[in-house]
């Protein structure tokens, strides 16, 4: 039995994620097809544009066999993080051959090189808490010095070991001529002597994650393995996944637990078809600015599959403005906490399991946090709530008289929070003038340092209550300790049997389920992603009027073979 694996957001689904899943089968020539995808909130910091159990659908319509949930810590992540968890659940399974990505350049050699140059950049120093990821430009530590205006230098490693001030400098150049962050990048690297085919491929998005991936696979321990594509012997990295986080988190560990498996996964780069401009292809993220931009939807028809277009056509999507009631009361409940309380930054810290934690259509405890929700309106008021005005109120809640300010809320309380710089916190302080959205806050803190994608998960983590502890938990956990089951085919029963056989995380396909087979903290991590779904569903009540399936009320089927069931 063979297996390939695809890490994906499918958000939404689109010809050439069919095109990938089929060619993924006839190269590999696998039997099933698992798909680890995000659930409710995406790698960019936004609302998946459709709830998960749609998109599951479509995947399997689309020709997976199983489809997965990521954690929500992970799915929100850094393109690292994001890449170590979507491997680490797949690998976790114990039956997944090869994993298959989309690639610009479709060469596994090259992107092998480039995952060698993430590990290895030119030159290093110490790393800080902002160089994670290699989309974004890292900031100084607390007690560094602030190299522009805004606080934030403008040098950043490839999520490596570190930056050197030569390449920082380079990079720096690069970005205030104007260049794009990716592109300023490359050519800093090309600077320092990298050669310039690897240069083209830190410009290209899908290329960038395709390294991830890579490093990903290298970073588990593991036997040698010929590429089954290549016919080269594929050498692990001197990097081990269990040793990328902190000591203290990785002495959490439930004594029970298991080391991870070390997988002999092969990396399969299938190169982009098309783009957005093409007839018969497009990009999930043309077809939601169509979407957001009010087209018609018989626009996208010919480029979405049949199935795809009646739920394109009949569900009302979620965009992160909708989200921008939950990030302003997030902001003032954080502005009401104490100077120097850690309480209610993320989680809460209670005896009450957080899966079973009740979030009514009003209210949404988190720690003692009260999270007043409404749909978004332009209110004219400013985000912050800056005293403009009457105080905020949210669905008729009266205001708790504590509006958010900068000098209320403290870069101390946000710097907790995952993708928060202490630059970027300080910045989103020093804002005199009002946001009436969630987009109108990115485009406001946005600068030639700090990407939209960047600020975008920042927020969305603040609004979520997201912290660093909480990935650095993850990570002590192998970043996958559970794969939830969203949807799988009949013909699938033969690999989720295997699984059960052959994996050494457990398969949850009810919540209830999580609190008899899940250790106190994979169930911590498991309850997070159920809190967050609870809320996305809340955000699409308030909005609509409309309930979406919940993940306790969802009645999991096996989709038939051959036909799977409607949306």
Do not use: W
Not at 521 to 537: D, P
């Amino acid at each position: 039995m063979k297996t390939a694996g695809i890490i994906a957001e499918y958000n939404p689904l689109h010809q050439g994620h069919i095109y990938h899943i089929e060619e993924t089968r006839r190269r590999t020539g696998a039997d099933y097809v698992v798909v680890a995808m995000s659930g409710d909130y995406v790698q960019r910091g936004e609302p998946a544009i459709y709830h998960k159990f749609l998109r599951a659908q479509a995947a399997l319509r689309a020709g997976a066999d199983l489809v997965l949930e990521l954690p929500s810590v992970i799915s929100t992540a850094s393109a690292r993080e994001f890449a170590m968890g979507g491997v680490s659940l797949l690998g976790r399974l114990g039956v997944v051959d090869f994993l298959s990505f989309g690639s610009e350049c479709g060469d596994v050699d090259l992107l092998e090189k480039v995952a060698d140059a993430f590990d290895q950049p030119p030159a290093a120093s110490n790393r800080d808490k902002n160089a994670r990821e290699p989309e974004r430009v890292a900031c100084p530590s607390k007690s560094a010095t602030a190299a522009t205006s805004d606080g934030c230098s403008l040098g950043a490693d490839l999520s490596g070991d570190g930056e050197s001030s030569e390449y920082s400098a380079l990079l720096q150049k690069y970005i205030k001529s104007g260049m794009t962050y990716p592109n300023a990048r490359a050519r800093a690297m090309e600077g320092l002597g990298l050669s310039p085919d690897l240069c083209d491929v830190l410009a290209a998005p899908n290329d960038i994650l395709a390294a991830e991936y890579l490093r990903a696979l290298g970073a588990f321990p593991r036997s040698e393995a010929t590429d089954r594509q290549t016919s080269t012997p594929r050498k692990p990295r001197t990097s081990k996944m269990r040793d990328m986080c902190s000591p203290g988190m990785r002495d959490m560990r439930s004594p029970g637990m298991r080391d991870m498996r070390s997988p002999s996964i092969q990396p399969v780069a299938i190169e982009r078809v098309g783009d957005a401009h093409d007839e018969g292809t497009c990009s999930s993220g043309a077809i939601r600015r169509h979407i957001m931009e009010g087209l018609p939807i018989g626009g996208l028809k010919s480029i979405v599959p049949p199935d795809v277009y009646q739920m394109l056509s009949n569900e009302p999507p979620l965009f992160p403005d909708h989200f921008t009631g939950l990030l302003n009361t997030r902001l003032s409940d954080l502005a009401a906490l104490p100077d120097t309380s850690a309480a209610g930054i993320g989680m809460p810290a209670t005896s009450t399991p957080i899966a079973d934690m009740e979030i009514s259509a009003n209210s949404t405890p988190i720690a003692g946090i009260s999270h007043r929700m409404a749909a978004p309106e332009n209110t004219g008021k400013p985000l912050l709530g800056m005293g403009h005005g009457e105080p905020h109120t949210m669905s008729g809640m009266p205001s708790t008289g504590k509006e958010a300010t900068p000098g209320s809320i403290r870069a101390s309380h946000l710097a907790r929070i995952l993708d928060v710089s202490p630059a970027l916190a300080n910045r989103l302080l020093k804002q005199s003038a009002g946001f009436a959205t969630f987009t109108g806050c990115i485009q406001a803190l946005k600068t030639r340092g700090y990407t939209y994608t960047r600020i975008s998960r920042a927020l969305l983590h603040i609004a979520l209550g997201i912290t660093d502890d909480d990935l650095e938990m993850a990570k002590s956990l192998g970043y996958a300790p559970y794969a939830k089951v969203l949807g799988f085919r009949e013909s699938a029963a033969p690999l989720l049997r295997a699984i059960k056989k052959k994996g050494d995380i457990p398969l949850i396909t009810k919540p209830a389920q999580a609190r008899r087979i899940l250790d106190p903290y994979a169930y911590r991590m498991f309850g997070q992603s159920l809190y967050h779904a609870k809320l996305y569903r809340m955000v699409y009540h308030s909005t609509y009027g409309k309930n979406l399936p919940s993940d306790e009320g969802y009645h999991l089927t096996a989709f038939p073979s051959s036909e799977p069931a409607p949306l």
